[in-house]
């Protein structure tokens, strides 16, 4: 309750005392708790909690989460103020107690429970809880170059990302990766009059549209030369998994108005798992404003994102939509193509992983049923970055669920959630240590 | 240049006394000169001033042209004040000198010296001098019909609309139609995150691209079923006497800094004058701000128009387009398909009226060489509405240049044409009159 009254949001500078007294209260309650090297790191951004306790022998686990929120506005729609935790219905409402203050609490409790009531911890284990996840974890890369001696491990336990559904016990297995670009058709130098042009000069929006609509085939699937050619094939008993997981399509469609639609041959599910997307996040060109504009508009942009799933590389995939739209772009037209960041990768959990395979034996035994595999649609950066950065692969163990509003108002998170996190985060902590 | 310097802004009701100092102006030199039942009528709408001299045996013309100007803005850019007109090489600017006070003062001071010289006209005429052009002559039609006696004549001549070029003595003999509609492609309640929905939902703005990109085939032709049926075949000898226009293609295009692009087997020429169009005036959905935002937006929207050719009706192609969009629109998005105006025709003098003829006859009088038959991409609306309402025809006899920069700062009107145009108008109407 007293760390989520603490308003940490990272993206809004008038937030900085808020940022600062979280990351006292962590630092306290470490070092409180008897870990060693508390203290703050940084690498030109908020900086991240860091701690550690390294008595056991075997291998070292880094675990992470994340100390900063989401602003909370708009506020006026909180029932109960977004800084005063207030406990209704079982359910603790505040920003960010889902999103990520409850699951490293869970996480937190759990490591200082031990070293209370056992006076050790059964594994050695390193804590990074970072204060720039909900701003993109900007500097998170740079941070574990410059402290890798400091964040080095055997594998991440993240307590952040959230469980699936709160009727079904899973585990995370994978992300979907993104990249971001902006496509600009230019055909004239100013918005020429429709009247004393049109017909005889190319329209820029009719040419974006053409070069957007060439994108997909008919049936939803992806008309890029060589778009699918390194995604992996799916793991033996993948794509069975899925199909065995109970998922009501009609009921996950119904509150977003939509209907299903996508790449023929694949689920639902395995379309958001296992499959690359090009999605157009937004178009814009000519005249937009109220009533009529007879113009023939020389300019026309779109923003576009990818998903990519494993196998694929941000900076292949890149290369080959860009050359996709060159390619279809007239020349009676100009084609600008940005990329709007380097891209991350999609991240999957080896299937045989050890920590995988322990988490799952502790979620097992704390919930008495076997987890389901699953994956995630979106693009978590933090699991790439420890691959890449550190060589090191994440299981996630987080406790918050999915429909818990994080980043809206009137966020919550399921007090029935912590009996049943510390419990596991026990279960996995004494089947690392071997106990 | 009295009648220049009044503020006759029809768009903006702050000058409203600009606009009553025009007609009071009006008025008093209609009356003085002997014009009778000069006054105003209106339809709701700013007024029209009217006049009338039915001295004469046979015919009654109209002579129509409009008091009202464009608003000055931005006025910075003016390098006189815009209602301070100005001489400078030749040339007479100030807002409205081209569109349409000289033209106007052209008709009305040779008519004027008619009655002064001879004390009468060779012909009978009415005078309309509309308050309305300049904000889509909106009650005119009203006017038209609410007036109809008043009105009432064999033919009208025009002294609003452009002089194609300054180096060419042409008569204009048709503008194109135009349409406009909205379409908008709903494929959810809200937009949704891109990673927990992209690839297994649609994505509106992809649906809108597919439906834009659907309407013209590759090569600029459109490909709306029967968009075509009702085009009217060129006249005989139509298409060879644009082809014998001197025009340099890439003179005309460069400054635009645009590409030709069209109908395959019609020039540019024809492309503009004999061929229809439907062009994408503007177009937004999703995201638009800087940086990226990764959403599968839920609505995306266009602004088309069309510009008609003779033969076409602007219900037919509406419904046209409308059934292509219909059709095409895949059954996960909803389509909502908006008329934003009921459409102009397009309008043609025929060929052989004897007006036509009189002024071609007047202008080969009065430059020494006979006028070329040229066209309008463009629409303007009071044509279709004479014919339409009044049942007559329009002949233009304007003095004004497309070059004159009507609509933009430093509007201009060449004094040469002052001279140029008072003699065709008096060439004309002695025409008209069998002298």
Not at 153 to 171: F, M, N
Not at 402 to 428: K, Q
Request: net charge negative; hydrophobic share 40%.
């Amino acid at each position: 309750m007293e760390y989520a009254a603490l308003p940490s949001v990272s993206t809004d500078p008038a937030y900085g005392a808020g940022m600062a007294a979280a990351r006292a209260l962590l630092k306290a309650r470490l070092s409180a708790a008897g870990f060693q090297n508390v203290g703050e790191i940084d690498a030109g951004g908020h900086p991240a909690v860091v701690g550690e306790w390294l008595g056991a022998e075997g291998p070292t686990y880094l675990v992470y989460g994340h100390y900063d929120v989401q602003p909370p506005d708009p506020v006026d729609l909180w029932h109960s103020p977004p800084f005063e935790p207030t406990v209704r219905d079982g359910r603790l409402y505040g920003r960010g107690v889902s999103d990520d203050k409850g699951p490293v609490a869970i996480a937190l409790e759990t490591l200082f429970a031990f070293l209370k009531v056992e006076g050790r911890l059964p594994v050695n284990i390193k804590i990074l809880l970072e204060g720039e996840e909900e701003i993109g974890s900007k500097t998170l890369a740079a941070l574990c170059e410059s402290h890798r001696n400091r964040l080095s491990a055997d594998a991440v336990i993240s307590a952040d990302g959230a469980r699936w559904r709160a009727d079904l016990s899973t585990v995370n297995v994978g992300t979907r990766g993104n990249a971001g670009y902006e496509v600009t058709v230019r055909t004239a130098w100013k918005d020429l009059h429709s009247g004393r042009y049109g017909g005889a000069v190319p329209n820029a929006p009719a040419v974006l549209a053409r070069l957007l609509a060439s994108l997909h085939r008919e049936d939803g699937s992806i008309a890029v030369d060589g778009w699918y050619d390194d995604v992996r094939k799916a793991h033996p008993g993948e794509r069975e998994g899925f199909a065995a997981l109970p998922f009501d399509e009609a009921a996950w469609l119904a509150p977003a108005g939509a209907k299903a639609h996508g790449e023929p041959q694949f689920t639902t599910l395995e379309r958001l798992w296992l499959r690359p997307t090009i999605e157009i996040n937004g178009l814009w060109g000519g005249y937009t404003g109220p009533g009529g504009k007879t113009v023939t508009p020389a300019e026309a942009s779109a923003k576009l994102t990818t998903r990519l799933v494993p196998g694929q590389s941000p900076a292949r995939t890149g290369g080959l939509l860009k050359a996709h739209l060159e390619a279809h772009c007239p020349a009676y037209a100009e084609l600008i193509f940005e990329d709007q960041d380097r891209g991350t990768p999609a991240y999957e959990v080896p299937p045989d992983h050890p920590l995988l395979a322990a988490v799952e034996r502790a979620l097992t035994s704390s919930e008495g049923v076997r987890p389901h595999r699953v994956k995630v649609g979106g693009t978590l950066p933090l699991s790439a970055i420890f691959k890449e950065r550190l060589g090191v692969d994440t299981v996630t163990l987080s406790f918050s669920t999915a429909d818990e509003d994080f980043h809206a108002p009137n966020e919550f998170f399921r007090l029935s959630a912590l009996d049943e996190g510390v419990r596991a985060w026990t279960a996995l902590l004494r089947d690392l240590g071997g106990r």
